[in-house]
């Protein structure tokens, strides 16, 4: 249902509002994120091509993550791509020629160790940066929303936050009661989800012949994304 701007809520608030009127069991943030990340990435490959600092971000980082990757190779210009992948090659094998890559760290006395599970000597993705600004901007606007009741009165009707934005969430929340409804929202649908999750699982021990199922169906891929965040929209 369309809805008419607010004049007490700010325009990222509404958009927030609207995204949770349309999709009540999706994370709001995830939406707008993954919506502003394609935006970027096509302003990144048309218009930023040339654009110096944003090059040597992208050759610090030797590119980007995989799922980000996978997003551009979906998405991006054999051009832009081909102009930005040569200067990362070209900055890689440089470190090469240099001696970065001679001598393995477990070669020279000391055991190196990565216990974090992070790519040693790389900056962090470009892309992943940029998507935690704009889930800033987003969970700012939610946070503000929540002091409103017409807004706070749908988010109550939805699903809440994946679990990485609500974690964001609670980082930037400033107002403890609009914070306490966040964090009422979450943990009915923990609540939800996990008796759904039992539920299955109780089907399959029983060896159930009914394989239609209820509500219950699809919960292991909604605790996926309730855990991880929400898959982008393939359109
Ligand atoms: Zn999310
Ligand atoms: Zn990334």
């Known amino acids: 249902m ?40 096509d302003a990144l490959f048309y218009e930023l091509v040339n654009d110096i600092q944003i090059r040597e971000a992208i050759r610090k980082a030797g590119g980007f993550c995989r799922p980000h990757s996978q997003m551009v190779a979906r998405q991006a210009d054999a051009l832009g791509t081909s102009l930005i992948f ?4 070209g900055y890689e094998l440089e470190g090469m ?12 006395g000391t055991v190196a ?15 992943c940066r940029e998507e935690r600004g704009q ?36 980082l930037r929340a400033r107002d403890v009661a609009a914070w306490r409804r966040v964090l009422d929202v979450q943990q009915t649908t923990l609540n939800r989800l996990r008796g759904e999750l039992q539920a299955l699982a109780l089907r399959f021990d029983y060896r159930n012949a009914d394989e239609t199922g209820g509500d219950e169906s699809d919960s292991w891929k909604r605790a996926l994304y309730l855990t991880a965040g929400w898959p982008e929209k393939q359109s």
């Open 2 to 41: 369309a809805s008419r701007l607010p004049r007490y809520i700010s325009r990222t608030s509404h958009e927030v509002q609207q995204r949770i009127e349309r999709e009540p069991g999706a994370c709001p943030v995830c939406s707008v994120v993954s919506d502003g990340i394609r935006r970027h990435i």
């Open 86 to 89: 040569a200067d990362v090659l």
């Open 97 to 108: 020629d240099d001696g970065r890559f001679d001598r393995p760290p477990n070669t020279v």
């Open 113 to 127: 160790r990565i216990l974090d599970g992070s790519v040693p000597g790389r900056a962090p993705c470009p892309l």
């Open 135 to 170: 889930a800033d901007i987003a969970i700012d606007a939610l946070l503000e929303g929540m002091r409103h009741e017409d807004f706070a009165a749908v988010y109550e009707r939805s699903a809440g936050l994946c679990m990485p934005h609500f974690r964001i969430a609670f």
